[in-house]
């Protein structure tokens, strides 16, 4: 059962290694076209924090924020692989982050072909969430062995 445990935790993870994988081999200089994906997407995502809220979202090089993604990824994949609780939450941590600002589904008309596109991927990523958030709650409701140690009987004769 161990087995089976350890190749579900290694095939759910591909998806994140194999995107980390991806974007670390087109990085370059300038970040790759992550980044040119990326930037009008913050931008939008930005615009909607300001009007909604009134708070300014810092600016700063989008390089920087794929960067921490793809460490993101890299590390929670590594550390998940192996049942740690820490490497779920920064898988979950990053979908957190992710998802609303790449699946925008909710800037485009429902009769546009980009909603259901976006909107297909967004539901994909809240199936990863959940599965994320399922693997933290069994992990957490697994009793902890206690290391006692057993009395020593002793022996008659």
Same mark, same amino acid.
């Not at 993870?13 to 081999?25: D, G, H, K, M, P």
């Not at 930005?46 to 990824?73: C, R, W």
């Not at 490497?87 to 925008?104: E, N, R, S, V, W």
């Not at 980009?114 to 697994?142: C, D, H, R, V, Y």
């Given at each position: /059962? ?13 998806? !994140? ?27 939008? !995502? ?6 909604? #809220? ?8 989008? @390089?920087? =924020? ?5 460490? /993101? ?17 920064? =898988? ?20 546009? @072909?980009? !909603?259901?596109? =976006?909107?297909? @991927? ?11 958030? !399922?693997?933290?709650? /069994?992990?957490?409701?697994?009793? %902890? %062995?206690?290391?006692?140690? @057993?009395?020593?009987? #002793?022996? #008659? #004769?």
């Amino acid at each position: /059962m161990a087995f089976v445990s350890f190749l579900g935790r290694v095939l759910f993870v591909s998806v !994140f290694v194999l995107s980390a994988w991806q974007e670390f081999n087109e990085f370059g200089v300038d970040g790759g076209p992550v980044v040119k994906y990326l930037r009008p997407k913050f931008n939008v !995502f930005s615009n909607h924090v300001l009007i909604h #809220t009134g708070q300014q979202v810092p600016d700063f090089e989008i @390089k920087y =924020l794929v960067a921490a993604a793809i460490a /993101m990824k890299g590390l929670g994949s590594l550390l998940f692989i192996f049942g740690s609780a820490c490497g779920a939450y920064i =898988l979950l941590l990053f979908q957190l982050i992710a998802t609303p600002i790449l699946y925008d589904f909710y800037n485009y008309d429902v009769d546009k @072909k980009e !909603f259901a596109q =976006l909107f297909i @991927k967004f539901t994909q990523n809240l199936a990863l969430l959940g599965a994320l958030l !399922f693997f933290i709650g /069994m992990k957490n409701s697994i009793p %902890r %062995r206690s290391l006692k140690k @057993k009395a020593l009987k #002793t022996k #008659t #004769t």
